[in-house]
């Protein structure tokens, strides 16, 4: 993997109050409290995250010679499912569409450039100074999370397909398994 966690750098301070600032204000003015409340499409979020999430995703967890990386794993499919879910967890989900406002902020802010199309020393330099936050690992280890759970989630829902994770990682799929109508979290609503 070529992401690693190094915590306690020091030029993270400013970006760190940043994130810890925009929160407050959220929290505290009424503006902020109707966005808490607001469903997730009317967010003020970037006009489209999904290819940011996609890189982020890609360093994070990258193909390599007989591995399959985020992209094999269709580990963004996957991350759109959980945010597009109307039963999951608003908050994660607005953290992680937040998350990408943080990122590209501070990509334009030191490289002028979007998070998308800096080289990948650049980005582990951007993803390092993040890892240095709580909110940043957190932002970081939930999207992690999100990249393990379609590598091994069954294919049905969105991500590893035709079990590439689990045959990369020779595992066994337990029986029955699910079939599209009768999904976990359907049989809620």
């Not at 999430?53 to 007989?66: C, I, K």
């Not at 799929?173 to 609503?189: E, N």
Request: proline letters at 7%; glycine letters at 10%.
């Amino acid at each position: 993997m070529t992401f690693l966690y190094q915590r306690g750098t020091a030029p993270l301070a400013s970006w760190s109050r940043t994130l810890f600032s925009r929160r407050d204000f959220l929290i505290t003015s009424v503006g902020g409290l109707a966005t808490l409340f607001a469903p997730i499409g009317s967010l003020a979020v970037s006009a489209d995250p999904w290819p940011v999430l996609a890189a982020v995703q890609d360093h994070l967890f990258p193909s390599e010679s007989g591995a399959p990386g985020a992209r094999e794993i269709q580990a963004l499919a996957y991350l759109q499912g959980v945010l597009a879910d109307p039963g999951g967890e608003p908050e994660t989900q607005r953290f992680l569409l937040m998350g990408v406002d943080w990122l590209e902020d501070l990509a334009r802010g030191r490289y002028q450039a979007s998070f998308v199309d800096l080289a990948a020393v650049r980005r582990e330099r951007l993803l390092r100074q993040v890892a240095a936050s709580e909110q940043g690992e957190n932002w970081l280890s939930t999207l992690l999370l999100y990249v393990c759970e379609a590598l091994l989630a069954d294919p049905v829902y969105g991500g590893n397909p035709d079990g590439i994770g689990w045959a990369w990682l020779a595992h066994q799929p337990g029986v029955p398994r699910p079939v599209p109508d009768k999904r976990y979290g359907m049989l809620k609503r």
